[in-house]
């Protein structure tokens, strides 16, 4: 990544932060409605950047949103567990020639339904380790997988919402 | 050497990845209060019988205090009983008072694990959910004031210590309800301190601190402690009172889970009246 994509990178992830911190954390749709939607700072992460600085990014995002929510560790932990996911997926079932290409996973960037498959599933191991890790306990599963549901669903809409409508300013910019 | 220095640094990516995963978990459970009574009581029930074990053999060599603490107890109990009253006024009418219900009942318990050395402290009792211990029951040592139940599972409940810094209490000092906070400053497990009191009243040395109704752990008149020191406070306007307590947390052994009838009535009641803290 060039300097120019990271001051990019810095202020889309402050934008995506105080999204989440100010605005969704407060919503309080119901109480299985808990979208995480800065995790696409994560997801678009270039397909070819350094695994460790993956891991680094991860951590530090999920520590900011951990400090505003009094929940440490929490979301450090959960984030730096999918981009370990993320990486082993790219490692072991990606053509490599494709990885070295370093493009974002966006929309016009990949084939739109690996970018759906791919936001789908990064969403829900997310939100599925982040719940259960704040549930910690297996007594209410069942509540706990409603809100894993509920949860992934909304974020994943206001994910692609919020992807395609960057996507679009971006074209037009270009 | 070279080849270890190699394997780490070809490996370095799942080193960070680990390291960073603990340092989250550590936090987790060292810094959410929720997490930290679940892991203690995750792991209390696995230790538990372990623990036990240790502790019915190292009673036997506390036996001898244990037993100089039930008999002052059994004093206590006895002065209170209604037999050593007699009623001199022969012409008065006994009233038997059937409007009258027990809003405490006790229940007896062992600590099998204590800790006085943080600045958070809790200690597991081997009593839960099955003999009808629930979450905000107050415990009591012998002779006062000791914490209450934060977590409970099927066989152990954890209790928060007074020895803790969240652990906060009303006191009655000589029996007059004084609207300040007891509350343990984490340095010496013998002292508790009393905050906010108004420098009006008047407190001196040797004062008996005892609980009020309040918050509905304990009932009135527990003894809390005995007032060791009173100065002035730097803030003015308020005394700075230390009290020595009655419980020896160090040697906390036999307790009593107190359970109040009413508990979930008054909270239901109060809910909507009091701000969450």
Redesign the interface.
């Known amino acids: 990544m060039s300097s120019r994509d990271w001051i990019i990178f810095v202020l889309s992830a402050s934008g995506l932060l105080a999204l989440q911190i100010l605005v969704l954390n407060n919503l309080n749709l119901n109480q299985y409605m808990y979208p995480q939607v800065y995790i696409i700072a994560l997801m678009t992460l270039p397909i070819n950047v350094k ?2 600085l993956s ?2 990014i991860a ?1 530090a995002l ?1 520590f900011v949103v ?1 400090t505003f929510s009094y ?4 979301h ?2 959960a984030a ?2 999918v981009m ?1 996911l993320r ?1 082993s997926y790219f490692n072991s079932f990606v053509d490599k020639e494709w990885l070295s290409t370093g493009i974002r996973p966006e929309f016009g960037n990949t084939e739109t339904v690996w970018l759906l498959a791919y936001t789908g599933i990064f969403t829900f191991v997310f939100h599925f380790v982040l719940l259960v ?1 704040e549930e ?2 297996l007594n209410h599963f069942g509540s706990t997988l409603l809100k894993i549901g509920y949860s992934t669903l909304l974020a994943i809409l206001l994910i692609l919402l919020l992807l395609f409508t960057t996507s679009r300013q971006s074209t037009n910019d270009s | 050497m070279q080849s270890l220095l190699q394997f780490i640094r070809r490996n ?2 799942y080193f ?2 680990l390291l ?2 603990i ?10 209060r ?2 930290q009574s ?2 203690f009581n995750t792991a209390s029930t696995f230790q538990g019988n372990v623990l036990n074990q240790r502790k019915s053999v190292i009673s036997y060599f506390a036996l001898k205090t244990e037993n100089q603490r039930l008999k002052e107890e059994n004093i206590l109990l006895r002065t209170r009983g209604t037999e050593n009253y007699i009623f001199i006024d022969t012409d008065s009418v006994t009233v038997k008072d059937s409007n009258r219900v027990v809003q405490y009942s006790y229940i007896p318990a062992k600590v099998i694990y204590n800790s006085i050395r943080k600045s958070k402290n809790y200690f597991t009792i081997d009593r839960g959910t099955k003999h009808n211990v629930r979450k905000g029951m107050g415990v009591i040592s012998p002779l006062g004031v000791a914490g209450h139940v934060i977590d409970v599972t099927e066989n152990f409940s954890i209790a928060m210590s007074i020895l803790n810094e969240d652990f906060i209490l009303t006191p009655k000092i000589n029996g007059k309800v004084r609207y300040g906070n007891v509350r343990w400053d984490g340095k010496d497990p013998g002292v508790v301190q009393i905050t906010r009191i108004s420098d009006l009243y008047q407190v001196k040395v040797g004062q008996e601190v005892t609980t009020t109704e309040f918050g509905h752990f304990f009932p009135k008149d527990i003894k809390i402690g005995n007032v060791s020191s009173v100065e002035k406070s730097e803030k003015g306007k308020y005394w700075d009172i230390e009290v020595e307590l009655a419980t020896d947390m160090r040697q906390l052994g036999e307790v009593y889970i107190i359970k109040n009838r009413f508990r979930d009535e008054l909270e239901e009641l109060e809910k909507p009246y009091i701000d969450e803290q």
């Open positions: 695994h460790w891991y680094l951590f999920g951990d929940t440490p560790g929490l450090s932990f730096v567990f370990f990486y890790l910690f306990s | 370095f990516h960070l990845f960073l995963q340092i989250s978990l550590f936090a987790l459970i060292r810094f959410n929720y997490h679940v892991f």
